[in-house]
């Protein structure tokens, strides 16, 4: 079974712009959540999509976004980055069985490089 | 608010256990993770725990938990030069909210 797959995995941008990161999750899952990681903030939550709806939503700026398609797929976008931005961005999936719902499995992520 | 800590660094030689340590504060926290990320990767789950459990044993992975104390553990017996990386600690309560709380995570080293 194929793992959580986040394309692309290097992306470098100038401040301004505005970026959009993909993730897949593992066949059957429907739930996708985003994760921002910087050496001085450490992991934390951006947003958690399921069945194409947002359920939860971290303390992040409008800029952030997302969203999830009928396949489950999911992208993030960042509208006028910022220095700041620069982190990797790790994407996890969960099943939505009783069980193991709120075990997630986490793509290798994106590393985003803002100039 | 939810907060987890951890120590920041562990130094162990080869065949030695390494116990790296995690305390949380939200008493509602259901199910609590240890996560691995070597450099440049992913995270990579390595157990998980409820809070109904004391203890779990997976090969070379062993996780205590106390509830009261709000403590959680993870001991690697026979520690390999493969371990060293960093080992985060995270929580969630059991809302059907899927996001994680994770501590800062603790670099282990691991000397031949």
């Known amino acids: 079974k194929a793992g959580v797959t986040q394309t692309p995995r290097y992306l470098i941008k100038t401040r301004g712009q505005q970026v959009t990161l993909s993730c897949s999750p593992i066949?059957?899952?429907?739930?996708v959540s985003w994760y921002q990681q910087t050496p001085g903030q450490g992991l934390q939550f951006l947003f958690e999509y399921f069945s194409e709806t947002q359920r939860n939503k971290g303390n992040f700026p409008g800029r952030f976004s997302g969203r999830q398609f009928s396949n489950s797929r999911s992208e993030m976008n960042v509208s006028t980055l910022e220095l700041g931005d620069s982190a990797l961005y790790l994407c996890a999936s969960s099943s939505n069985s009783p069980i193991a719902k709120n075990i997630q499995y986490f793509g290798a992520g994106t590393r985003l490089s803002v100039l | 608010g939810e907060d987890v800590e951890q120590s920041l660094f562990l130094s162990v030689r080869e065949g030695d256990s390494s116990v790296i340590n995690c305390t949380y504060t939200d008493s509602s926290s259901t199910y609590l993770y240890w996560y691995k990320q070597e450099p440049g990767a992913g995270l990579q789950l390595l157990t998980y725990i409820f809070s109904n459990m004391d203890m779990k044993q997976d090969q070379r992975l062993t996780v205590l938990l106390n509830k009261k104390d709000k403590h959680l553990s993870l001991r690697i017996a026979d520690t390999q030069t493969g371990d060293s990386a960093i080992y985060f600690c995270?929580?969630?309560?059991?809302?059907?909210?899927?996001?994680?709380?994770f501590g800062s995570g603790t670099r282990l080293q691991v000397q031949p």
């Open positions: 066949s059957g899952h429907r739930s």
């Open positions: 995270a929580e969630s309560p059991d809302t059907g909210r899927r996001a994680l709380t």
